[in-house]
């Protein structure tokens, strides 16, 4: 089992900075690779960001690339997320996962899930 707990949402103005941390707890963290989704009202759960267990790899959805930077301590069991230049459609509930097998984008894939945080972006 691994336990996610994510932190650092909240209220910013558009253009502004957040960062997101994930902290893991249970089974080794070094050994998943994670995930950072995002949900907003009455849409789908749709993948953001990826990186790999060992950060040799990154992944983005095309809305956030070069805006959003994902990154892991694996000394400190926890995964990032970096939002600069945030925009009005960036708001939404933010999650962390983490996953054992198949592909960063598909929720399917992911064994374990955060209880999300609040990300809201004013224009």
């Known amino acids: 089992q691994v336990q996610l707990v994510e932190s650092g949402g909240g209220l910013v103005q558009a253009g502004g900075s957040l960062r997101l941390s994930c902290a893991a707890s249970g089974r080794p963290f070094s050994d998943y690779p994670m995930g950072w989704f995002r949900q907003a009202p009455g849409k789908e759960r749709e993948f953001v960001a990826g990186?790999?267990?060992?950060?040799?790899?990154?992944y983005y959805a095309g809305s956030v690339k070069g805006r959003f930077t994902a990154s892991r301590d694996n000394t400190k069991n926890t995964a990032y997320l970096q939002m600069n230049s945030l925009k009005p459609e960036d708001t939404a509930v933010y999650y962390c996962a983490a996953r054992s097998r198949g592909t960063y984008a598909r929720v399917s894939d992911y064994d374990y899930w955060g209880q999300g945080t609040q990300v809201t972006v004013s224009s």
């Open positions: 990186i790999s267990s060992r950060s040799t790899g990154t």
